[in-house]
């Protein structure tokens, strides 16, 4: 199991950036994959973005591809999310996830993500 805990979440202008970070401790040894999920009040945890061990490649929602980009340490400790040109849509509650087994098909899978984070609110607003 691993411990996931965010931060770097706020209040924020339309246009705005911010960059959430998510600490990971426990088996992270065993992670084979971490991503970034979001929640908005009265709607579905959506997927946002998500990276894979053994791999650069990183994985995007449309809604957030070329303004968000997640990124990791080396040793699968933390995991960044790199948010600009922030808009209203973008406001919820953002949430870190990890798991030691999920597939390729299944990284944007909500119920396939078997850690996660407490959560951390971005709001963006004027």
């Known amino acids: 199991q691993v411990q996931l805990v965010e931060s770097g979440g706020g209040l924020v202008q339309p246009g705005g950036s911010l960059r959430l970070s998510c600490a990971a401790s426990?088996?992270?040894?065993?992670?084979?994959?971490m991503g970034w999920f979001r929640q908005a009040p009265g709607q579905e945890r959506e997927f946002v973005a998500a990276?894979?061990?053994?791999?650069?490649?990183?994985y995007y929602a449309d809604s957030v591809r070329g303004r968000f980009t997640i990124s990791r340490d080396n040793a699968w400790n933390a995991l960044y999310l790199q948010m600009n040109s922030l808009n209203v849509e973008d406001t919820g509650v953002y949430y870190c996830?990890?798991?030691?087994?999920?597939?390729?098909?299944?990284?944007?899978?909500?119920?396939?993500?078997?850690?996660w984070g407490q959560g951390t609110q971005v709001t963006v607003s004027s």
């Open positions: 990276v894979r061990r053994g791999t650069s490649v990183t």
């Open positions: 426990g088996r992270t040894s065993s992670t084979r994959a």
């Open positions: 996830a990890a798991d030691p087994t999920i597939i390729l098909a299944n990284m944007r899978n909500t119920r396939e993500y078997a850690d």
